[in-house]
């Protein structure tokens, strides 16, 4: 046993150095770029033609502000975007709700395109799926939070809007000594997290395989398989993203698919699920300290999200011969 134990310790060690440097060269060039545009004017340009929108999800004007800034970075940039205004509970439930399908585009798209997963149509799906709920959660947060409905008429004539503050142009806005500062300690702290997460991850996951913990999860946990349509080799990176997000649950099919590749009907499946709702605990915590809904952001979202992915297994959704064909991390 001691000698099972060793092994699966020193073959987890590897693996997680291995996929924390496979995710590490993924993502470190979006984070650069979307780094290097948050010290421009892009955000608030956009914002400033966007912000008559808001009224769909019965926001104010400058919640665009947020909603464009987690569109290209990660949540705890939407919390600290929300900041300088004084929105209401129901309002930065909104916001959350929103964002919450609709975050890091640029680096998850790119993450989720190195599994197999179509990006294009996926990023097309979260950003219906926040859109829809946006509007839905406008409703409900009008009725319980005392918000406002939303609103699908144009804005009044001489109503003031949204003022984004801007000159325009695209230059930077911050010198070059404090961007590099940042992009520094940004890719030490990414380097950092990945490593804390997916070596102890990559370990667990060694011996769950060598003690078999797998089958007996899979029993326990069928009925999920069955509603969401997906095999028991799914269930490992469903718990991973649904509890620590999207990027973690990516690493742990990545080492699946060195074992066993998954199926395409896996992989969407559990791209529906986890795009609709993953890292619950940390965005709950972060988005309710915020000021929003904890019902809402942790309750109402794995609801839609267990909804919308029993809907989608009903579709003949990835299984052209019902073949196997995950895509190898390690063939790129």
Same mark, same amino acid.
């Given at each position: 046993?001691?000698?099972?134990?060793?092994?699966?310790?020193?073959?987890?060690?590897?693996?997680?150095?291995?996929?924390?440097?496979?995710?590490?060269?993924?993502?470190?060039?979006?984070?650069?770029?979307?780094?290097?545009?948050?010290?421009?004017?892009?955000?608030?340009?956009?914002?400033?033609?966007?912000?008559?929108?808001?009224?769909?999800?019965?926001?104010?004007?400058?919640?665009?502000?947020?909603?464009?800034?987690?569109?290209?970075?990660?949540?705890?940039?939407?919390?600290?975007?929300?900041?300088?205004?004084?929105?209401?509970?129901?309002?930065?439930?909104?916001?959350?709700?929103?964002?919450?399908?609709?975050?890091?585009?640029?680096?998850?798209?790119?993450?989720?395109?190195?599994?197999?997963?179509?990006?294009?149509?996926?990023?097309?799906?979260?950003?219906?799926?926040?859109?829809?709920?946006?509007?839905?959660?406008?409703?409900?947060?009008?009725?319980?939070?005392?918000?406002?409905?939303?609103?699908?008429?144009?804005?009044?004539?001489?109503?003031?809007?949204?003022?984004?503050?801007?000159?325009?142009?695209?230059?930077?806005?911050?010198?070059?000594?404090?961007?590099?500062?940042?992009?520094?300690?940004?890719?030490?702290?990414?380097?950092?997290?990945?490593?804390?997460?997916?070596?102890?991850?990559?370990?667990?996951?060694?011996?769950?395989?060598?003690?078999?913990?797998?089958?007996?999860?899979?029993?326990?946990?069928?009925?999920?398989?069955?509603?969401?349509?997906?095999?028991?080799? @799914?269930?490992?990176?469903?718990?991973? &993203?649904?509890? +620590?997000? /999207?990027?973690? #649950? %990516?690493? *742990?099919? =990545?080492?699946?698919?060195?074992?066993?590749?998954?199926?395409?009907?896996?992989?969407?499946?559990?791209?529906?699920?986890?795009?609709?709702?993953?890292?619950?605990?940390?965005?709950?915590?972060?988005?309710?300290?915020?000021? @929003?809904?904890?019902?809402?952001?942790? &309750?109402?979202? +794995?609801? /839609?999200?267990? #909804? %919308?992915? *029993?809907? =989608?297994?009903?579709?003949?959704?990835?299984?052209?011969?019902?073949?196997?064909?995950?895509?190898?991390?390690?063939?790129?």
């Amino acid at each position: 046993m001691k000698t099972k134990i060793i092994s699966a310790v020193k073959n987890g060690l590897i693996n997680g150095l291995r996929t924390a440097l496979l995710l590490f060269r993924i993502v470190l060039p979006v984070f650069v770029i979307v780094a290097l545009i948050g010290h421009t004017d892009v955000y608030l340009m956009i914002a400033g033609k966007l912000e008559p929108a808001m009224r769909i999800f019965g926001l104010p004007g400058e919640a665009v502000v947020p909603l464009i800034v987690g569109a290209f970075s990660d949540e705890y940039a939407v919390a600290a975007a929300m900041k300088p205004f004084a929105f209401s509970q129901a309002q930065i439930t909104v916001i959350a709700m929103f964002t919450l399908y609709f975050h890091s585009i640029p680096v998850e798209t790119v993450v989720s395109k190195k599994i197999g997963i179509p990006p294009l149509k996926i990023a097309l799906f979260r950003f219906m799926m926040a859109v829809i709920t946006g509007i839905v959660v406008s409703y409900l947060a009008s009725v319980f939070l005392g918000g406002a409905p939303p609103s699908f008429l144009p804005q009044p004539a001489g109503e003031a809007g949204f003022d984004p503050g801007i000159s325009g142009g695209f230059g930077f806005n911050t010198e070059l000594s404090v961007m590099l500062t940042e992009l520094g300690l940004g890719t030490l702290n990414m380097a950092f997290t990945l490593l804390r997460v997916l070596i102890p991850l990559m370990i667990v996951i060694e011996l769950m395989f060598t003690y078999n913990v797998v089958g007996a999860l899979a029993k326990k946990l069928s009925p999920v398989c069955r509603l969401f349509g997906i095999s028991k080799d @799914a269930l490992i990176p469903l718990l991973v &993203g649904l509890l +620590l997000g /999207i990027t973690y #649950g %990516v690493g *742990a099919i =990545m080492e699946l698919n060195r074992k066993k590749p998954l199926s395409a009907r896996d992989l969407w499946m559990l791209g529906v699920f986890l795009f609709s709702c993953h890292g619950i605990i940390e965005t709950t915590y972060l988005f309710t300290v915020s000021g @929003a809904s904890a019902i809402f952001v942790s &309750g109402v979202r +794995l609801l /839609i999200a267990i #909804g %919308v992915t *029993a809907l =989608m297994a009903r579709l003949p959704i990835g299984n052209e011969g019902n073949e196997k064909r995950g895509k190898l991390a390690n063939r790129q």
